[in-house]
Structure formats: structure tokens, C-alpha cells
């Protein structure tokens, strides 16, 4: 049989070729992982079935994956062993050893097929880790508790920089967004509500309406959700990227308690702060609705404060004040508890992060239908 | 294989002058790096290795300077220039810098699967043969960084590097934080690597043990410069004071092959 050309590229710069006549395959050229993507390698593979030696002499350059494929060459040849490939070079033969000493170990098993039960036992453990997740998260936020109950009984303990950092950072910064938005559902209120109660002719109503939707549910709602995405999120980062830099087990092994200085005054800024930016929604989602309502409605700023007082209960804008700091725990625990459990890898990070957004902002609205409930009971 | 017999050295820097802000870290600097070589780069911590390091491979960009590899300038080529030269080099970052989302053998894939159309299972055999050259065990493969130990990082950050068997291997401190078991292995396997593909190494070491066991040339920086270039011989001659504590402290007469009379202390 006469040498079979099996390189079809142009030979370019010594590009390999394979020349098999018989019992002899011949190797020339450079032999490097680049030529794999031109090479019809089943076809040599059949090649080498047929020889019974592999002569590299020709060959000028050859790299690990070269060698390897050398290797698997000579394995396909009738004696199958390394052997059989000869004329290499010292430096050739000492990368063709490395690399025989290195292959993979043999029969690595193919993975067992997933089967129907399988689906069940993954269902299983998913539904036994959100307990224990609920159950950790518990034992987190008596952990908070108890560190925050220290600082009540030593007030000297509190980290007072970090606490009024942090109300800058969740409370002060967060204004402008929180008083913009509440304005804009003020205006949405009264546009909307206006719509519908000229067809009876109860337009002053509509005072009511944004009163009661704003102070008891809307104002606090929506700033908890505005909070949640803004600093529950950035308390999980903050915390995560801690943990992922071993900066959490730093301070364990140094004795400080990393709930006290990283968490304390995180949910303690929240609490404070949480309710103020709420009023300051409520503020600006009445201002809002007021302005609209004149414009729309012709209900003059005197008749809407005046009916704002005489016809809203006080306790509207209490029950509202009343589930702030709660929200807050909420958003602050599962916030920091996030950052906890944040791995060692990058995407742990943003997979906590958000989920840190999600579940606050689900617990706060879960959080919230409780209230109403409650409040119905008690009645107010 | 003889290394190419090409005089002109592989990477070569000028008049290198690098600052972060008003610190400055080198003030006119020469390297020349020979094809073929392991050249063991040494300073005091802060000297600036890791940095001239990262200027080398075209991550810093000098103030002033010329860095040619491969006879061209890193920071003045067009992109695919650039691509074609990363091609011919890998790193390893002084933390391993690998990818946390990926496991040991997607990060080894990683630059295969960037620069080359393979198919996935020779790909992953590939790798598999790269990651127990670097001496780590089979299982491993399939963890994530995070589940490794310092110096197990470290050789997958190796195994990394070498994945597509480059001509130039930028090392900084890879035999740190490994037993002096694994290092001495780490220490073969790059002599190994460089006798069998003729790879040059650029290798930031603290390790008197690689120095003296590997090393063709050393490069001492010091001053915000290279203060001397040669072999372990020529150190050990050297007269000056740093150079001097360098290769002649007690660590360092512990490390001397030389066989000498032990000292009791
Ligand atoms: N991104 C940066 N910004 C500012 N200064 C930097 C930056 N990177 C490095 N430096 C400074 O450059 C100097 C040299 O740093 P480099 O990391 O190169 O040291 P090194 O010689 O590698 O030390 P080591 O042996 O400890 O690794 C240091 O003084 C460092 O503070
Ligand atoms: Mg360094």
C-alpha cells in the first residue's frame, strides 16, 4: 500500500502528517493541540490498528495533547503498548512518559441513568433543607435577639459609629427615591380613584381613599420593598463578600462576635430608620394625592386637610407605624442571614443577594396579610 | 527537543517605570528573559514581582517603557494580536485567581474552550491528563476552588496555566504554601516541562530550594530595579548587602546543596 496522504490543509509551517504504509505510521511535523481541530483522527486511529510501529523520527515539534494522542495511537496498534513508538527524541520521550504515567485511570464508569425515584429523594431533601433553612434563620434571628438584648444591658457594647453609618446609608440615602415614589402613588391614587368616583359624584371621597390606602397600607409597604431591594440587598453583599474572604472566620478566631459588630448595627439602623423614611412617605404620598386631587378634582388643599383630620381615624397612620419596625427585623435578618450563608465562590454571592430581595420582600408582604388579620381582629 | 536556537531574548524589558500615584514601584527597568530558560525572580516583599509580572503579560500599563514578548510590543497590539500572543503564554496568579464558579476541570478547559474547537470529551480528557500531571489527585477534578486546600489551589492554578502548553509560563510564588514534599515535586515537574516542551519560565520565588534546584538564571529586584541578573554562582558572589543577606542568611545555608558542616545554634 502506498503512503496515504491524510492532511488535507495546506502544509503550512510543518502542519503534521500522518503516512501509514502498512505496518509503519509515520509522524511528521509539529504534532500540537492546534492540529487536532484538522485532523481526522478515526481515520489514523484505523491506521494505527494496522501498524506495528509508530515512528515519530520526522516529528519536529509535539506538545502533552500530541503525546497523548501518540499514546492512544500506539494503544490501538496490535502489541498496544508504548513501545511501539520509536524514534523519539529524549525530550519527546520524557513528555510521552509524563504523560503515560498521567492518563486517566481506567473504566471511570459511565453515571448511573436518573430514574424516577431519584426525582422524588432530590424533592425530599429540598423540601428537608428549607426546614432547616427556616430553622437556622430562626436560630439566627435569636442570635440577633440575644446580642441586641446584650447591648441593652451594656449600651457601652454598641458599635455607635457603625450604627449611625449604617442609618445614614439605609435611612438618609434612601429619602429622595422613597419621598419620589410615594409622591408618584399619591398622584396615581387620586388620578385613578377620581376616575371612578365622579361617576356617583363622591369625588371628595377620594380624600379618604388616599388617606387610608397611604397611611395604613401603601406608604409603609412600599418603602419596606424599596428598602428591601437597596439594603437588603447590599447587606447581603457586604456580609457575603466578609464570608467569602474568610474575614467572618477571622473574627470568630479573634473573639469578636461578627453578629454583634456586622449584624447589631445593621438591623438596628433598619429599625430606626425604616419608620421614618415611612412617614416621610406618608408625607409625601398625602402631598402627592392633595396636588392631584386639586387639579383633578378641584378639592382645594384647605377641604382636603380638613377632611384628612376630621374623617381619618388616627389609628390609619398607627397601624402603618406599627409594622415598620417589624419589616425592618424582617428585611435586616434575612438581609445579614443571606450574607451568612454566602460560600466560598462568586456565584453563592449573587445567588444569596437574590435571594436575600426575594424572600424579604415575600416575608414582608406575608408579614403584612398578618397584620390585617390582626388588626381586623382587634379591630382597628 | 534543542531549544531554538534564537539569540534574541523571548521577552525583554526597557526602561520600565511603573507608579501607583506617587508611589513608585520601578524606575527604569531591563529584563531580558532567554528562550528556553527558568529565570527565578527574587526581592524583598513589595518589591514589585507580581507587579512586573502583570506588566509583562500586558494587565499594567508601564508610565514609561518598552515590554516586548516574542519580539512584540504587549500594550501596542490590536486586539487579535494580543489574543494570538496570550495564546503563547500562561499565568498563575500569586492566589490562584480561578474561577470559584467552575470546577478544577472547567477551569483548565476554560482557555481550551476559549481558543480552540475541540470536541468535549477529548477536551475533558485533556484537561484530566493536565490536572494529575500537576500532581493532583483524580477526584479533585471535579471540585470547586472552594473546596480546595491553599496549596491544592495552587496547582490547579498551575495546571491552568499549562493547559495549552504555552512557550512561556508566568509563575508567581507557586511553591508557596505547598509541603516541601509537593514542592520539590512542583520543582521537578516544571524542569520536567521545560526539558520536554522547552517551555521558558518566569518564575517569582521566595523558595531557595527552587532557586538552587531549577533556576538557570536569577534576577535580583531591588532599588525599584534589577539589580543583578545571573546564575546561582554568580549570587552567591555578589557583593552587595541585600543580595548578600538573600543568599547567605540562615535559611539560605540551610537550602545550599553544598554539603557543609551543619551549624548548632
Ligand atoms: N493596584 C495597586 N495600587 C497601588 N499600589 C499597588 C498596587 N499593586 C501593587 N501596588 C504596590 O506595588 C508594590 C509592589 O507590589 P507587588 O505585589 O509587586 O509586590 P511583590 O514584590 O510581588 O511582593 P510579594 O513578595 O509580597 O508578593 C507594593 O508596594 C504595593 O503596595
Ligand atoms: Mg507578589
Known amino acids: ?279 416621610i412617605a406618608n408625607v409625601s404620598g398625602l402631598f402627592g394625592g392633595a396636588l392631584m386631587s386639586w387639579i383633578e378634582l378641584d378639592v382645594s388643599p384647605a377641604v382636603f386637610q380638613a377632611r384628612l383630620v376630621s374623617n381619618t381615624d388616627v389609628w390609619h397612620f398607627n397601624v402603618g407605624m406599627i409594622k415598620a419596625p417589624v419589616f425592618a427585623l424582617i428585611i435586616g435578618i434575612i438581609g445579614c442571614y443571606q450574607g451568612m450563608k454566602v460560600g466560598g465562590d462568586a456565584e453563592s454571592l449573587g445567588r444569596q443577594t437574590s435571594a436575600s430581595v426575594v424572600m424579604a420582600i415575600f416575608m414582608v408582604i406575608v408579614a403584612d396579610a398578618l397584620f390585617s388579620i390582626f388588626f381586623a381582629i382587634v379591630g382597628v | 527537543m534543542p531549544s531554538d536556537p534564537n539569540i534574541d531574548p523571548i521577552i525583554r524589558v526597557r526602561g520600565l517605570v511603573t507608579r501607583f500615584g506617587t508611589t513608585v514601584v520601578h524606575d527604569g527597568l531591563d529584563l531580558d528573559v532567554k528562550r528556553g530558560e527558568i529565570i527565578g525572580v527574587v526581592g524583598g516583599s513589595g518589591t514589585g514581582k507580581s507587579v512586573l509580572l502583570r506588566s509583562i503579560v500586558g494587565l499594567l500599563k508601564p508610565a514609561e517603557g518598552q515590554i516586548e514578548v516574542f519580539g512584540q510590543n504587549v500594550r501596542d497590539t490590536d486586539a487579535d494580536d494580543y489574543r494570538a500572543l496570550r495564546r503563547r503564554w500562561g499565568v498563575m496568579f500569586q492566589d490562584g485567581a480561578l474561577f470559584s464558579s467552575l470546577s478544577v476541570r472547567q477551569n483548565v478547559e476554560a482557555p481550551m474552550r476559549e481558543q480552540l474547537d475541540l470536541d468535549d470529551d477529548l477536551r475533558a480528557l485533556l484537561a484530566g491528563i493536565k490536572v494529575r500531571m500537576v500532581g493532583l489527585p483524580n477526584k479533585a477534578q471535579d471540585n470547586y476552588p472552594s473546596e480546595l486546600s491553599g496549596g491544592m489551589r495552587k496547582r490547579a492554578g498551575f495546571a491552568r496555566a499549562i493547559a495549552l502548553d504555552p512557550e512561556i509560563v508566568f509563575l508567581d510564588e507557586p511553591t508557596a504554601g505547598l509541603d516541601p514534599i509537593g514542592a520539590a515535586a512542583f520543582d521537578t515537574l516544571i524542569k520536567q516541562l521545560q526539558l520536554s516542551l522547552g517551555l521558558t519560565v518566569f518564575l517569582v520565588t521566595h523558595d531557595l530550594d527552587s532557586l538552587h534546584a531549577i533556576c538557570d538564571r536569577i534576577a535580583v529586584l531591588a532599588d525599584k530595579k534589577v539589580l543583578a541578573v545571573g546564575t546561582m554562582q554568580e549570587m552567591l558572589a555578589l557583593d552587595h548587602p541585600w543580595v548578600h543577606e538573600y543568599f547567605h542568611g540562615p535559611r539560605a545555608r540551610a537550602a545550599t546543596p553544598v554539603a557543609k558542616p551543619k551549624e548548632t545554634e
Open chain 1, 1 to 279: 500500500m502506498s503512503a496515504t496522504r491524510l492532511q488535507t490543509a495546506p502544509d503550512m509551517s510543518g502542519q503534521v502528517r500522518f503516512d501509514s504504509d502498512g505496518a509503519r505510521l509515520s509522524v511528521q511535523g509539529r504534532l500540537t493541540i492546534d492540529s487536532f481541530e484538522h485532523l481526522d483522527r478515526d481515520v489514523i486511529a484505523q491506521q494505527a490498528s494496522r501498524a506495528e510501529v509508530v515512528d515519530i523520527a520526522q516529528l519536529s515539534h509535539m506538545d502533552t495533547a500530541g503525546a497523548w494522542f501518540l499514546l492512544d495511537l500506539a494503544g490501538r496498534t496490535s502489541a498496544g503498548a508504548a513501545s511501539v513508538i520509536t524514534g523519539a527524541s529524549d525530550a519527546q520521550t520524557l513528555l510521552i512518559e509524563a504523560v503515560r504515567t498521567n492518563l486517566p485511570p481506567k473504566a471511570a464508569g459511565a453515571k448511573p441513568a436518573v430514574r424516577l425515584v431519584d426525582h422524588f429523594e432530590t424533592l425530599g431533601r429540598r423540601v428537608a433543607l428549607a426546614g432547616s433553612h427556616a430553622l437556622e434563620m430562626l436560630s439566627f434571628l435569636g442570635q440577633v435577639i440575644a446580642a441586641m438584648a446584650r447591648v441593652i444591658r451594656h449600651p457601652r457594647a454598641l458599635r455607635l459609629t457603625s450604627v449611625v453609618h449604617h442609618c445614614q446609608q439605609v435611612g438618609l440615602q434612601a429619602v429622595p427615591i422613597v419621598a419620589l415614589m410615594a409622591f408618584l402613588i399619591g398622584v396615581v391614587l387620586a388620578f385613578q380613584g377620581s376616575a371612578q368616583l365622579r361617576q356617583f359624584g363622591a369625588e371628595v371621597f377620594v380624600v379618604d381613599l388616599i388617606a387610608i390606602s397611604i397611611l395604613r397600607e401603601l406608604g409603609i409597604l412600599l418603602t419596606a420593598i424599596i428598602v428591601a431591594g437597596r439594603s437588603g440587598s447590599a447587606f447581603t453583599a457586604a456580609i457575603g463578600s466578609m464570608k467569602m474572604r474568610e474575614e467572618i472566620d477571622a473574627m470568630r478566631t479573634l473573639g469578636l462576635d461578627p453578629v454583634a459588630i456586622l449584624v447589631v448595627p445593621r438591623v438596628l439602623a433598619l429599625v430606626l430608620m425604616l419608620p421614618a423614611l415611612g412617614l
